[in-house]
């Protein structure tokens, strides 16, 4: 069993930058995946972020890409999402996900484990 807790979201302005962090409890995922989502109203969850078991691989969504970096602390149990010149269009819940397992890492469908989700709002 793995519980993710997500740091609270915030109210930012067009252009400013945020740092989200996801703490697992439990048993530790140290080899797991870890992943980012997020969802906007009327839309679908969509994949942000994802980053291997030891930090080295990450990839990126085409909308995040030279703005968002994801990182991890295996020591912490911890994975963060460093948000930088963030946009309105990133207005979305965003969910931390772990424990990879299908046919594509980049779909919501293959984690098994979830964040309860954080409110990031973009105001211009």
């Known amino acids: 069993q793995v519980q993710l807790v997500e740091s609270e979201g915030r109210l930012v302005q067009a252009g400013d930058s945020l740092r989200l962090s996801c703490v697992a409890s439990?048993?530790?995922?140290?080899?797991?995946?870890m992943a980012w989502f997020r969802q906007a109203p009327g839309k679908e969850r969509e994949f942000v972020s994802l980053?291997?078991?030891?930090?080295?691989?990450?990839n990126y969504a085409d909308s995040v890409k030279g703005r968002f970096t994801i990182s991890r602390d295996n020591a912490k149990n911890t994975v963060y999402l460093q948000m930088n010149i963030l946009k309105p269009e990133d207005t979305a819940a965003y969910y931390c996900?772990?424990?990879?397992?299908?046919?594509?890492?980049?779909?919501?469908?293959?984690?098994?484990?979830w964040g309860q989700g954080t409110q990031v709002t973009v105001s211009s």
């Open positions: 439990g048993r530790t995922v140290s080899r797991s995946t």
């Open positions: 996900a772990a424990e990879f397992s299908g046919a594509s890492m980049w779909s919501p469908r293959s984690y098994y484990y």
């Open positions: 980053i291997n078991w030891n930090g080295v691989v990450t």
